[in-house]
């Protein structure tokens, strides 16, 4: 399994940005996977931003809800983050995560995902 992201880069306060996670080896068309963006920012601990069950459930973060979008294209593996109305704050590097084996529901901790990226950095200045 390969998770790939793409669409980092660097933006002004307010302005937008759509990431993607292609993945190869790894099924969008079985139940019961789960696929999450995670962010890390210099110093800071690693936090889930949103995750998106196979079943199209979704689940954010508090301070990306309404300004983040979680989706999925079953048919090309690939995961997707649209930002907008990006802060200073959200700058980090933003990886994609999936589950392996059968599950009810997504993770709660960073730990029930088996599968990484490497990252992408996204960078917002003020």
């Known amino acids: 399994v390969k998770l790939q992201e793409s669409g980092g880069g660097s933006v002004q306060a307010g302005g937008s940005l759509r990431l993607s996670c292609a993945a190869s080896?790894?099924?969008?068309?079985?139940?019961?996977?789960?696929m999450a963006w995670f962010r890390q920012a210099p110093g800071k601990e690693r936090e889930e931003v949103a995750s998106?069950?196979?079943?199209?459930?979704?689940y954010y973060e508090d301070s990306v809800d309404g300004r983040f979008t979680i989706s999925k294209d079953d048919a090309a593996s690939t995961l997707y983050l649209e930002m907008n109305s990006l802060r200073p704050e959200d700058t980090a590097t933003y990886y994609c995560?999936?589950?392996?084996?059968?599950?009810?529901?997504?993770?709660?901790?960073?730990?029930?995902?088996?599968?990484w990226g490497q990252g992408t950095q996204v960078t917002v200045a003020s």
């Open positions: 995560a999936g589950t392996s084996g059968v599950q009810w529901h997504c993770p709660n901790e960073s730990g029930g995902f088996r599968y």
């Open positions: 998106i069950f196979s079943d199209g459930r979704a």
């Open positions: 080896e790894y099924s969008f068309v079985i139940s019961g996977y789960c």
